[in-house]
């Protein structure tokens, strides 16, 4: 939406999914279907996804629809890119990212969800084999990285703060919206 707003795209239109798809990757691709099956009546669709631990049947879903995805493996990649995502996992590969959207949303699609809001112990097990959180920031919201850094401190992980703004998201949707729609003409 803020990139929507901010480029005064008046013929884009934004469909949502639920969050915690990420929670299980292996519903991502029958969900984004559903949409794209829905959407059909648009000359262009684009889904805002990496591949996001489908292991490219997300991809297969896209290739009947002839829609096309973000690039990369999740969405670390596209905000902060490729390399850098590399470099931060050779760094340390032990490693939880969090974006603005996960640190605003970080009780409910992490405490909640992954069941550690009624079994603590389940932190442990979950993040035992992380040592640092790096957030992600695509705004620069002292309060959404004071959040973060109180998500790092209950997990027990160091913290990290890297600005990344919207990265490849930005620049795949400005491409796509400045391309001239191709057009059929039947004879």
């Given at each position: 939406m803020a990139l929507i707003d901010a480029n005064d795209w008046h013929d884009v239109r934004l469909e949502c999914l639920p969050?915690?798809?990420?929670?299980?990757?292996?519903?991502?691709p029958e969900a984004v279907g559903r949409k794209l099956r829905e959407a059909?009546?648009?000359?262009?669709?684009?889904?805002?996804?990496?591949?996001c631990g489908t292991g490219g049947l997300l991809d297969e879903v896209l290739a009947?629809?002839?829609?096309?995805?973000?690039?990369?493996?999740?969405?670390?990649d596209v905000y902060a890119g490729e390399s850098v995502i590399a470099a931060l996992s050779e760094q340390e590969l032990g490693t939880f990212y969090l974006t603005d959207f996960l640190v605003r949303h970080f009780?409910?699609?992490?405490?909640?969800?992954?069941g550690i809001e009624h079994h603590?112990?389940?932190?442990s097990l979950y993040f035992g084999q992380y040592r640092r959180l790096v957030y992600l920031s695509q705004r620069d919201?002292?309060?959404?990285?004071a959040a973060a850094?109180?998500?790092?401190?209950?997990?027990?992980?160091?913290?990290e703060y890297r600005h990344t703004g919207?990265?490849?998201?930005?620049?795949?949707?400005?491409?796509?919206v400045s391309e001239p729609v191709a057009v059929e003409r039947a004879t």
């Open positions: 969050a915690d798809l990420h929670n299980r990757p292996d519903r991502i059909s009546r648009y000359s262009r669709i684009f889904v805002a996804y990496a591949d009947e629809h002839g829609a096309e995805r973000l690039p990369g493996a999740h969405c670390y009780d409910r699609l992490v405490i909640q969800e992954l603590p112990q389940l932190a919201d002292p309060a959404l990285q850094q109180r998500a790092a401190a209950r997990l027990g992980l160091s913290f919207y990265g490849e998201l930005a620049t795949s949707l400005v491409r796509l």
